[in-house]
């Protein structure tokens, strides 16, 4: 069964830095853009950032530009986010997905939970 599997998360201070990682299993990422969103409790599910198939391109929701970074190994079957100089604005559950540029087909993973307080 294709899944992908968040992880990573936790419980860091105002200011400090996480790093995510999304492995995919039994599918090759090479033909997926893949994606990070957050959801935080009470709000809608929101884009982060993504990176294209290859990982030439990538974009970043305004909130997040300067601070986080989101980077791939087609290799390894792994998409990373890179998060630096945290809020407690950041606090949310942290997905990954996977769209086929070919089938248009998505994957969703499980979540990993990300929360700033100090």
């Known amino acids: 069964q294709v899944q992908l599997v968040e992880s990573g998360g936790g419980l860091v201070q105002p200011g400090g830095s996480l790093g995510l990682t999304c492995a995919a299993q039994?599918?090759?990422?090479?033909?997926?853009?893949m994606s990070w969103y957050r959801q935080a409790p009470g709000k809608e599910r929101e884009f982060v950032a993504d990176?294209?198939?290859?990982?030439?391109?990538?974009n970043y929701a305004d909130s997040v530009k300067g601070r986080f970074t989101i980077s791939r190994d087609n290799a390894k079957n792994t998409v990373y986010l890179q998060m630096n100089n945290l809020t407690p604005e950041d606090t949310a559950v942290y997905y990954c997905k996977a769209n086929s540029v070919v089938t248009g087909r998505e994957y969703w993973g499980q979540g990993t939970q990300v929360t700033v307080s100090s």
């Open positions: 039994r599918f090759s990422t090479i033909f997926y853009t």
């Open positions: 990176i294209s198939s290859v990982g030439s391109n990538t």
